[in-house]
């Protein structure tokens, strides 16, 4: 599976953002995607998810401000990222993951950065 993520941008608090994530290659073996980010000097965290069924999981800290959904028909995964704060800034990550959300396949990082 290949994946290329792109979308990411400056923008300042308070301001949206819609990442894509293009999916190639064996896309029948994905079940699970999702979309991870890892701040400078952080782990790399999961922030949302979804199945191939369309059943949804976001971290806490994103809970009604991010919505991740899935267009079958474009092989292609979206976050919409509304409601931006500082701490959102972070290298953004595509994945396809197991049914634990442990990502097997990763496209590059697009950078998200929000200034105060």
């Known amino acids: 599976v290949q994946l290329q993520a792109s979308g990411g941008g400056s923008v300042q608090a308070g301001g949206s953002l819609r990442l894509s994530c293009v999916a190639s290659g064996m896309i029948f073996s994905i079940n699970h995607m999702g979309w991870y980010r890892q701040a400078p000097g952080k782990q790399r965290d999961m922030v949302a998810g979804i199945t191939s069924g369309g059943s949804t999981t976001y971290a806490d800290s994103v809970k009604g401000r991010f919505t991740i959904s899935l267009d079958n028909a474009k092989n292609t995964v979206y976050l919409q990222m509304n409601s931006l704060k500082p701490e959102d800034t972070a290298v953004y990550f595509c994945?396809?993951?197991?049914?634990?959300?442990?990502?097997?396949?990763w496209g590059q990082g697009t950078q998200v950065t929000v200034s105060s």
């Open positions: 994945a396809a993951t197991d049914t634990a959300w442990v990502g097997r396949s």
